[in-house]
C-alpha cells in the first residue's frame, strides 16, 4: 500500500535555529501534500497545502515565513521551522494524497522539542 | 465549508464489549469521511473510509462504519473491544475533488480506553 516516509522523527533543537522536516510518497506520486501540527491530547490542525511546482497555501493564522514549505518534487515535501522557538515545539506531521485510490495516507510524525 | 463533530472526548468500554464512537458531518457538497487510528506519538493509521459507495463499510482490525445521510452521520463500531484497540481515533472529511484546493478536516478526537 501507500507509505509516506518522514523524518526526522524527533529532534531537539536550540533556540533561534532552523530546523527542516521532510516527507516522502515512497510508491506512489502525490502531487498534494499536507502539513499538520498536533498539541499534546489535541487533533490535527491544517498548517499548509503544498501542490508541486507551486506555492504552498498557508490556513489562516499559521505564518509562511516562519514554516516554509517546499514541494519540489512528486515525492518529497519539506517542511522548515525558521528561526524555531520554544513554542513551535509540537508534533508535526504530513499527508499526502494519492489520487489513484484516493486516499490520504500520513507519515509517521515528527516531535520537534525547541529549547 | 465542511466540519465533522465527534461526540465524546473520551470514551470507555470493558473488554469484550461493543465499541462505539461517534462522529457527524456537515458538508455542502457528497462527502468522502474517513476514521483514522492514532497510537502515542505515532501518525494516523486509516481505519476505513466511504467512498460514495456502500454505505457499510468494513476496516481493519474488526472495525466497521454506516454511512447515514439522513443523520449526517458516520458512526464507528467495533462488536468486541480488544486492549489493543486503546488509541486516539478521529473522522475526518473532505470533499470529492481532486482539485489544489481538496483536503482532509479533522474532528476533535475521541480518546477510547479499554477496561480489563
Known amino acids: 500500500g501507500a507509505v509516506v516516509s518522514q523524518h526526522p522523527s524527533w529532534v531537539i533543537c536550540k533556540s533561534g535555529t532552523s530546523v527542516k522536516i521532510e516527507c516522502r510518497s515512497l510508491d506512489f506520486q502525490a502531487t498534494t501534500m499536507f502539513w499538520y501540527r498536533q498539541f499534546p491530547k489535541q487533533s490535527l490542525m491544517l498548517m499548509a497545502t503544498s501542490n508541486e511546482g507551486s506555492k504552498a497555501t498557508y490556513e489562516q493564522g499559521v505564518e509562511k515565513d516562519k514554516f516554509l514549505i517546499n514541494h519540489a518534487s512528486l515525492t518529497l515535501s519539506t517542511l522548515t521551522v525558521t528561526s524555531a522557538h520554544p513554542e513551535d515545539s509540537s508534533f508535526y506531521i504530513c499527508s499526502a494524497r494519492d489520487i489513484q485510490i484516493y486516499g490520504y495516507t500520513f507519515g509517521s510524525g515528527t516531535r520537534l522539542t525547541v529549547v | 465549508a465542511q466540519s465533522v463533530t465527534q461526540l465524546g472526548s473520551h470514551v470507555s468500554v470493558s473488554e469484550g464489549a461493543l465499541v462505539l464512537l461517534r462522529c457527524n458531518y456537515s458538508?455542502?457538497?457528497?462527502?468522502?469521511l474517513f476514521w483514522y487510528v492514532q497510537y502515542p506519538n505515532q501518525g494516523l493509521q486509516l481505519l476505513l473510509k466511504?467512498?460514495?459507495?456502500?454505505?457499510l463499510v468494513k476496516g481493519i482490525n474488526g472495525f466497521e462504519a454506516e454511512f447515514k445521510k439522513s443523520e449526517t452521520s458516520f458512526h464507528l463500531t467495533k462488536p468486541s473491544a480488544h486492549m489493543s484497540d486503546a488509541a486516539e481515533y478521529f473522522c475526518?472529511?473532505?470533499?470529492?475533488?481532486?482539485?489544489?484546493?481538496?483536503?482532509?478536516?479533522f474532528g476533535s478526537g475521541t480518546r477510547l480506553s479499554i477496561r480489563p
Open positions: 466511504y467512498t460514495s459507495a456502500a454505505t
Open positions: 458538508s455542502s457538497v457528497p462527502p468522502y
Open positions: 475526518a472529511v473532505s470533499d470529492q475533488g481532486y482539485s489544489s484546493a481538496s483536503k482532509i478536516i
